[in-house]
């Protein structure tokens, strides 16, 4: 069926039939074009300037480009508007480009390529210009593939037909929806599938895997529905899990393609999954203003891996890491405001464009209560299917379930820097004839103006099994509540869930990786004493790092007479002669740190088997890592995966790879924003906070919306 958008002329629709030869690099391809009935003086196509065209009709003039923008698209023209309104055009080459690495933060790093064809798949995307494009339309397209006997392909809608011929396969794809590219990946598959409701599910895998691909399929049935219920029903006719042959996580319209280590990630079902899953409503259902602001990428890191922690009871705790992500990575780098943010380039990036992205969604939803909340989700949806859009569509949509004006709000959060620190300075109560008069006192200490802040209380009263909660406004710096109670209040928690967006402080937060990972300056001390094929390896993993931070330097232990309290320190190795040091400093921790054993959380790992890694901070606040690892075969493995523990205080690995056998962070003792409140009658009392009511999940009040 075509929907209203291709007959109204809005969108080019592509009529591709390619034919792929993976062992030479080629692809021989026929394109009839139908584009928009709209008069223009002339119309431009973009193609890849490897790719030569043998026959188009009406005849394409090719137009000289600009050498120093090489290598960019070859640039025909079509100067007058066929009275059909269909070009064919006949084309073939090879596209080529290498995978390229880039650097996303200490440690971590993504590959990203411009297309290829080759024996080992084909990865062709928009920008890979391997069909003529025009500059900004969106397409609609039938794409008919013909590949070699043991290959298959994927692009975005539904698959029509999949026929084995003797002489190879021949596959087709289309999707009359708007897109904003057209995508042909193309491999040797081992292919599963099933359905979900009306939504073909499948599994396409390098190498075969039935026990793998029954957990993706019964994933996708789950998290379909989920989403279905909670904003509409799913808008393609299939969703895939496609294998790709590097290190990937890609969220296409329709199906995602993931790396092979990631894929046999055993959390991954129901983290990044889930998140790529639900791109298919945001990002690849409603398309991003990217000139605006990227707000998917916050919207889905809240409606997916907030989401389902949130289901588990761990919302709490996964607002708190996101709140720790930004103190630690922010701090350290230049903070934008939210509304500029329109990709993860590093760990700051993210912190910004996925966490406090996600913690506004979260306040946006305190705010307007679980009803109007989903109900503005369902708006903007509906009013932005398959177009672009931007916080403005957003708030408009909010606005109009709400039936209130949210400009103030949204223009805080998109256009101010920063975050509010908050401090109690003061929670006295006074009897009086009625029972106890609560006098709080809280205080933003951050620099600069005051940001509006609805902030929660939990209040323990005495002979009270659970606490009572209220929400105090914030709009000035200096906020005084007078509350009264029929009883004593004897504690006050303020943000006890970590629902407000704000810059944590230290006493509030273990010591993690990420304090080391986002220092401003950091030195990695090596061990002189350790054998030399562990010292090669620390070192090589020590220079890797340095190379992206000028801000890191390296030395050795037997070169140092103590070690600076100027910035964060890596003690690399068993050997480290300061290594007592952080043994002493986490003397309250459940850790002992022996000379061929760490004893962690109930466990005993063996210093020939396991590579450790420890954090502390030093008296004067600066974080504080020991990194122990008698296996050289490990280190490669660790570069690439310590980044991704930035949330943990500790963690433990074995093997070669290495597999990750514990991790977890070190217990915060007492929150200065959890405070014992001064009686003016000097009484006194060792009661302990009460247990709070936890909300419902989001999910928990959706109803199906078809």
Not at 299 to 309: G, S
Not at 330 to 345: Q, Y
Not at 638 to 646: C, D, Q, V
Request: include cysteine; aromatic fraction near 10%; charge should be negative.
């Amino acid at each position: 069926m075509t929907p209203w958008l291709v007959q109204a002329g809005e969108v080019v629709h592509h009529d591709l039939r390619v034919r792929v030869q993976p062992e030479a690099g080629r692809i021989i391809v026929t394109d009839v074009i139908k584009i928009p009935a709209a008069a223009r003086p002339e119309w431009r196509f973009y193609l890849h300037p490897d790719l030569k065209i043998t026959q188009a009709d009406p005849p394409l003039r090719a137009l000289a480009t600009d050498p120093a923008a090489s290598p960019g698209p070859a640039v025909y023209v079509l100067e007058h508007t066929p009275l059909e309104g269909h070009i064919t055009v006949s084309y073939q080459g090879k596209i080529a480009h290498p995978l390229q690495e880039m650097e996303s933060g200490l440690g971590r790093s993504q590959a990203d390529t411009r297309g290829f064809i080759t024996p080992d798949g084909v990865y062709l995307d928009g920008n890979s210009h391997w069909y003529p494009q025009l500059s900004d339309e969106r397409v609609s397209f039938s794409l008919d593939v013909q590949l070699p006997a043991d290959w298959s392909a994927v692009s975005q809608g539904a698959r029509i037909s999949s026929t084995v011929e003797q002489d190879g396969n021949s596959v087709r794809w289309q999707e009359y929806q708007p897109q904003q590219e057209i995508y042909l990946i193309a491999a040797r598959f081992h292919e599963y599938q099933q359905t979900a409701g009306a939504v073909n599910t499948l599994v396409m895998l390098r190498q075969a895997d039935a026990g793998l691909a029954e957990k993706y399929l019964a994933a996708m049935t789950e998290y379909l529905d989920l989403y279905s219920r909670l904003i509409t029903p799913y808008p393609y006719a299939k969703f895939a899990l496609v294998e790709n042959n590097w290190e990937s996580g890609y969220g296409m319209p329709s199906f995602t393609l993931l790396g092979p280590q990631v894929i046999r990630l055993p959390f991954i079902l129901h983290s990044s999954f889930p998140h790529e899953i639900l791109h298919n409503w945001w990002g690849n259902g409603v398309y991003v203003d990217y000139a605006a602001g990227n707000w998917s990428e916050g919207l889905t890191t809240y409606l997916a891996d907030h989401l389902l922690r949130e289901r588990r009871g761990e919302g709490a705790h996964y607002r708190r890491d996101a709140l720790l992500r930004y103190s630690n990575y922010v701090a350290a780098e230049r903070d934008f405001p939210l509304g500029e943010f329109s990709a993860r380039h590093s760990s700051a990036s993210q912190a910004v464009g996925y966490d406090k992205a996600l913690m506004f969604f979260h306040a946006l939803r305190l705010r307007l209560g679980d009803a109007r909340f989903i109900a503005g989700l369902r708006r903007f949806y509906r009013d932005n299917a398959f177009q672009t859009a931007g916080w403005n569509d957003l708030r408009a949509a909010f606005e109009k379930e709400a039936g209130v004006s949210l400009h103030t709000v949204f223009q805080s959060w998109l256009q101010r820097t920063g975050a509010p620190v908050l401090r109690v300075a003061n929670a006295r109560a006074t009897h009086q004839d009625n029972g106890y008069q609560l006098e709080l006192v809280l205080e933003q200490t951050q620099d600069g103006p005051p940001y509006p802040v609805q902030v929660p209380i939990a209040i323990t009263l005495e002979g009270q099994d659970s606490a009572l909660q209220q929400v105090i406004t914030m709009n000035d710096k200096h906020s005084v509540s007078h509350l009264q109670f029929a009883v004593r209040p004897w504690r006050v928690e303020v943000d006890p869930d970590f629902d407000v967006f704000r810059r944590l402080g230290r006493d509030e937060l273990p010591p993690t990786l990420s304090e080391a990972l986002a220092a401003e300056r950091l030195l990695i001390v090596l061990p002189a004493a350790a054998p030399a094929n562990l010292r090669e390896a620390y070192t090589q993993l020590a220079q890797a790092w340095a190379r992206e931070s000028e801000q890191i330097s390296i030395a050795w232990d037997d070169k140092l007479r103590e070690l600076p309290a100027d910035r964060g320190v890596w003690l690399f190795g068993w050997e480290n002669r300061f290594q007592s040091q952080l043994a002493t400093i986490l003397t309250d921790a459940d850790v002992t740190l022996g000379d061929t054993t760490v004893k962690l959380t109930g466990q005993t790992l063996q210093r020939k088997e396991h590579a450790v890694v420890l954090s502390a901070r030093q008296k004067a606040g600066q974080p504080l890592v020991w990194l122990g690892c008698d296996n050289p075969a490990a280190f490669a493995g660790l570069a690439r995966k310590l980044p991704h523990y930035g949330n943990a205080s500790y963690a433990a690995f074995s093997g070669d790879a290495p597999t990750n056998i514990v991790k977890g962070q070190w217990r915060v003792i007492d929150s200065p924003l959890n405070v014992t409140v001064t009686q003016a009658d000097g009484a006194s009392s060792a009661v302990t906070s009460a247990p709070r009511q936890t909300p419902p999940a989001l999910t928990e009040i959706i109803k199906d919306p078809r």
